[in-house]
Every structure is written in structure tokens, then in C-alpha cells.
């Protein structure tokens, strides 16, 4: 059985969490106190961070990379593109998102006021930026939902928590938002921390 060690307030853990749910497989969470990390966690990652995923001798850590195992290891409902090409494609998005989005949480987390205040402009201007993807289409990559939806997720449902407000203009980006947190797998993937970031 798989066990991913996760957090209960960290976005890159509730990617985790939103894969294995929708996968509708067995799998044990365990809670990780960022506080006061377990020792072993240490040994099973050279950055002592979550999510940690482990499965028998396998020890995986970075959210894209677990999730990428779990959906190959468990193909239905697959969440990465079948096609090559596609798949190329959706890989440099993920890349994307980490440099143009999900770099600048560390920036608002932090108690430096202008640091966290540049962070929240940079991800309000790259959502704006995609907004208009989703006039014409329900999901990042067409009317399929992937992994790329997976994995910008959790930065949308902490939008309020962040003190980010979007830009009219926005408006289809919310939309999209509204039908990522109406599925039944990132409703049971949220923990009681998460479902508080949002009133």
C-alpha cells in the first residue's frame, strides 16, 4: 500500500492527496507537523520537505514526480496525456507553473511585507495571463480533466488565504476554479485546515 507523508496546510501535499482520491485506491496518509518533523523524514529526503510518497522499497518526493508515478502505476482514470506530444506539452506547463506561480509562496508565506506583496502581483498577473484559456474550454488542457488541473488546484483554493484578488478579466479562471472544487475527489482530498482557508 501506498503512504504519502503530507501536511496539512501545504499546497504541494494537497496535490498529492487530490491524485490518490481520484484514483480511487487504497492508500494511508500520515500527517506531517511542519513544526516538528518526524526524524525520519529526514532519511527518505535530502530536503527534509513533504510530500513524501512510499511504497514498499520506493521512496519518491516532489509533487509532480509522485503524481506522475501513481497515475503510471495506476492508469484509470489517467491523468497525464496518452499522447507523446500532449504529454511533452503538459510536462513544460507543469514546469511553468512551478517557476511562474507556485515559487512565489514562499515569498507571500514570509513575514517580509514588500517579499509577500511581489509574490501575491506575480501570481495575480500569471493567472490573469490564463484566464482567457478557459472561455472556450472546460479544463486546462480541453474538456478532460488532468493533471495539469491537479496541479494548479491547490494554489486556486488558497487564493483567499493569500489575500490574492483577481482582476475582473479573471472571471472564466474563478469559473474554472468553482468546477475543480465541485469534484468528489478534491472535496475528500482537503483536510479541516484546508476546507478553513476558504470561508
Given at each position: ?65 509522485i503524481n ?54 506575480a501570481i ?76
Amino acid at each position: 500500500m501506498m503512504t504519502l507523508y503530507s501536511a496539512t496546510t501545504c499546497p504541494y501535499s494537497h496535490r498529492c492527496r487530490i491524485v490518490l482520491y481520484e484514483k480511487g485506491m487504497d492508500f494511508q496518509i500520515i500527517d506531517v507537523d511542519l513544526h516538528n518533523k518526524p526524524e525520519d523524514l529526514a532519511i527518505m529526503t535530502p530536503y527534509s520537505r513533504v510530500p513524501v510518497l512510499m511504497e514498499r522499497d520506493l521512496v519518491l518526493y516532489e509533487s509532480n514526480i509522485i503524481n506522475e508515478y501513481i497515475d503510471d502505476r495506476f492508469p484509470h482514470p489517467q491523468l497525464m496525456p496518452a499522447d507523446p506530444i500532449v504529454r511533452a506539452r503538459a510536462r513544460l506547463l507543469l514546469h511553468r507553473f512551478e517557476q511562474e506561480l507556485f515559487c512565489h509562496i514562499d515569498g507571500i508565506e514570509s513575514s517580509n511585507q514588500k517579499a509577500s506583496e511581489k509574490a501575491r502581483v506575480a501570481i495575480r498577473d500569471n493567472l490573469t495571463v490564463i484566464a482567457p484559456v478557459f472561455v472556450k474550454q472546460k479544463y486546462m488542457l480541453g474538456d478532460e480533466f488532468t493533471m495539469l488541473d491537479v496541479a494548479i488546484a491547490p494554489l486556486l483554493w488558497r487564493l483567499d488565504h493569500y489575500g490574492i484578488q483577481l482582476p475582473k478579466q479573471a472571471a472564466p479562471l474563478l469559473k474554472f476554479a468553482e468546477r475543480l472544487f465541485s469534484r468528489p475527489a478534491f472535496i475528500d482530498a482537503l483536510t479541516a485546515s484546508e476546507k478553513a482557508m476558504r470561508k
